[in-house]
């Protein structure tokens, strides 16, 4: 008989967690640690990180890691060779919006979001990937979006970035797979989050997105770390190329849910 409660188990496992300092990555890096990971927390923001692990405990170390640099990633790679025998699980959470329509966007706002969004996912799958590659298995999850399949006026580049991401989980989950490495992503609805803490300021449309749902509210960073952490675990040891939503429903229908739906006329 299989035991399921041991499929979710992580203990001795190593899972390393960029983005760490908040909102999903936070969340994400307890959830792992919760489970009986160790956690390798690493953010842009060295000092985040390290409060992170620090909340964790002795399951946890920080590491300062900027997602968009070659070099920090190398580095990153070496100080987690250079501390254990292999990694096991790596997740991706950094991501930037402009939100402006295409005719307002400036080249140089495009290239932070691409560089962030998508440059940044490929250098953590190319860095990650090889190493769990050489070890035999692994589990690689990033960080897509509802917004790479339905999308509204001023997020088409970010949108177009985190499609980028979901194609890129499936072209490399068929490249390694033979090494027994897995590669996924979830896609996030509208979490509150430091990302879209800005629409919090705008009541009337954070109302209106929360009506969007099905269960008529936000999700929170929890929420989606528990989608992680089922990526992450041999519960999902069958699962590979796959984009996992966590939107409360936002992409099941079309106009508004339950009790809103207008009258059938006679």
Known sequence: MVDYRKLFDLSGKTALVLGAASGIGRASAEALAALGAHVVCADRNAAGAEAVASGIGLAAEAHGCDATSTDDIGALARAVRSRHARLDVAVTTPGLN???TILDYSEAEF?????????????????????????????????????ATVIEPGLAVYGMTKAGISLLVKGFAAEVGHANVRVNAIAPGVIETALTAPLLERPEVHRAYARHTVFARWGSAAEVAGAVAFLASDASSYISGSTMLVDGGWTAIDGPPSGLTATRPN
């Open 111 to 147: 290239a932070r979001v691409v560089d962030l969004n998508l440059r940044g996912t490929f250098l953590f799958f190319r860095t990650f990937g090889r190493m769990m590659v050489e070890a035999g298995g692994g589990s690689l999850i990033a960080c897509s979006s509802i917004r």
């Open 98 to 100: 402009v939100r402006k």
